[in-house]
């Protein structure tokens, strides 16, 4: 079926709304399915199913985008096939999984259909749909999606519609967190003007994000940086939203997207937050939008382009096409959180940071643990919280113990699930049990680890020397430790730090069959994908 001829910047929208309606009916759901039961006969049929359809008519032509795309694949995979095992699986099946991963990239570049079953082995096999990965991945499946529409539409011409469509994908990730500040408080600029954001570099360093640097030297640049929480705030704020003019000129859509680059590359200075794959999507997608020619490209810019993305930001902030996350809160000075040590058969105490608990380093690096202990636990990741007062008073509780423990009382969840501990605890007792025993930790040898992908979550420091794996550990200690940046003298206290659980492991013997343990961790639950 061909489109008639109608004006360019009419097609483009009618381009779009038929991609975004097939991505969130049609596109998702199929990768969903494939992910959540991924298997080789499922996968050839997915791909068959679309290859026979499109197979006798002509292909679009992408232009400059068929080299993102290739990139983008190039930069998941690399993530997907050097992640680490999940050691307390069987390693043959996700050793397969990596070489099925890595030969479905090499056909994907020469055959878009690939990417359905690419998706699903990323997705469901390895785990791969994480919040770090979710704009890169949903990239790639508006990309799928517009392939098979305009094969199907026999759209001829510039992918104009795929400009605005790669576009939106992109920076609605950034306009959903920007709302969602705007709500936050009683008027929408409340968070630009109130938010003291300096403080969640504060919790970042208490977290365990870049402790290699000395107490002073933070607290010297906390007290600058506090300085500028609202300019900072307000030009966070202006980012975020800017994607909703960005399609008046080509330029302007360049510079924002190298903005939210710039911004994500701030987030991991200040808290250790690491998007890398938006980092190098946005700089791969500006660089291609650069490259573009600028008259047949000009119908995915414009007035006109503003009203076409229009509509797409609005739903995908009302999670009504694919859920950016909402990515507002008051960052506050008190962070409670779990950590891990280990004591090796040497008589070494080392730190068990979460880029050692890979692949699921997201995990440990976030508020995992929290089941284990009988705490009420007042915020989220990094002391985040959502209610302004219950920020106030936490910064003037940082001294007042009597008023923490009411806080706590008043506010705080508790949290403990003694079905989600033992399964915690068996999942530790089986990791490092195998890992003794010499099972492998990942596909890289050691000489080669530096060429594994890099983690989102940076917080590989602490009170302790970081347990790379040198030699087997004879018991793991979980402790519970509250820490607080005071404000008005500038220093950081250690207010509660006590042992929630010891786990001893058994004697290192010649023995290396599998541990009778249990077969599962709460975090080593299959992935399921959304839109």
């Known amino acids: 079926m061909e489109l008639p001829a109608l004006p360019a910047y009419v097609t483009t929208a009618l381009v779009v709304a038929t991609v975004v309606i097939c991505y969130r009916f049609v596109v998702s759901p199929a990768v969903r399915a494939l992910s959540f039961r991924p298997t080789a006969a499922r996968a050839t049929l997915a791909t068959a199913v679309p290859s026979a359809l499109l197979a006798f008519l002509p292909a679009p032509d992408p232009g400059p985008f068929r080299w993102f795309v290739v990139f983008v694949i190039a930069l998941l995979t690399w993530q997907g096939t050097t992640s680490d095992y999940d050691v307390t699986q069987a390693i043959g099946p996700q050793r397969r999984a990596k070489a099925v991963l890595l030969l479905l990239g090499l056909a994907c570049c020469f055959w878009t259909p690939a990417l359905l079953p690419w998706l699903a082995v990323y997705c469901g096999r390895l785990h791969g749909w994480k919040h770090h990965a979710m704009m890169p991945l949903r990239l790639l499946k508006a990309y799928l999606t517009w392939f098979v529409v305009a094969t199907v539409l026999s759209t001829s011409g510039p992918a104009t519609g795929l400009v605005v469509t790669l576009g939106c994908v992109s920076l609605s990730h950034y306009v959903k967190p920007a709302w969602s500040k705007a709500r936050l408080g009683p008027r929408p600029w409340s968070w630009a003007w109130h938010n003291r954001t300096h403080y969640l570099t504060a919790s970042a ?32 704020v202006l980012v ?12 302007l859509l360049v510079a924002v997207l190298v903005a939210t680059a710039v911004f994500n590359l701030a987030v991991v200075l200040a808290s250790g937050i690491f998007f890398w794959e938006n980092i190098c999507t946005n700089v791969a997608l500006a660089l291609t939008t650069a490259l573009l020619p600028g008259p047949e490209y000009a119908a995915a810019f414009g007035w006109q382009a503003i009203v076409i993305a229009l509509p797409v930001f609005i739903l995908s902030t009302a999670d009504l096409l694919w859920q950016p996350w909402h990515l507002g809160w008051w960052d506050s000075p008190f962070t409670a959180r779990v950590s891990w040590q280990v004591d090796t058969v040497s008589g070494a105490v080392l730190g068990l940071y979460n880029n050692f608990m890979c692949p699921y380093e997201r995990e440990f690096g976030r508020v995992l643990g929290y ?13 985040i919280v959502w209610d302004r007062e219950l920020r106030d008073r936490l910064v003037h509780a940082a001294g007042d113990p ?58 590989q420091w602490g009170d302790l020397p970081p347990y790379r794996g040198e030699e087997p550990v004879r018991r793991i200690t979980i402790r519970y430790q509250e820490r607080c940046y005071r404000p008005d003298t500038g220093g950081f206290a250690l207010l509660a730090d006590h ?9 290192l013997t010649t023995n290396h069959g599998s541990p009778a343990c249990a077969k599962s961790s709460s975090t080593a639950e299959p992935t399921s994908e959304s839109s």
Not at 378 to 383: D, F, M, N
């Open 240 to 251: 975020e939203t800017a994607g909703l003019i960005a399609f008046h000129d080509r330029r």
């Open 205 to 236: 360093y208490s977290w365990g994000w870049a402790r290699f640097l000395r107490p002073e030297t933070v607290i010297g640049f906390l007290r600058r940086a506090r300085s500028a929480d609202r300019p900072f705030n307000i030009l966070t």
């Open 402 to 459: 009597d008023e923490l423990r009411h806080l706590k009382q008043t506010y705080g969840q508790v949290q403990a699930d003694d079905i989600q501990a033992r399964e915690h605890i068996a999942f530790l007792a089986m990791m490092f049990t195998r890992l003794n025993a010499g099972t492998p930790k990942g596909p890289l040898p050691r000489r080669l680890r530096r060429l594994k992908a890099p983690g989102g979550q940076l917080y």
């Open 371 to 383: 089941f284990l202990t009988s705490e009420p636990i007042l915020h989220g990741h990094l002391g």
């Open 499 to 507: 042992v929630v659980q010891e786990i001893h492991l058994p004697a």
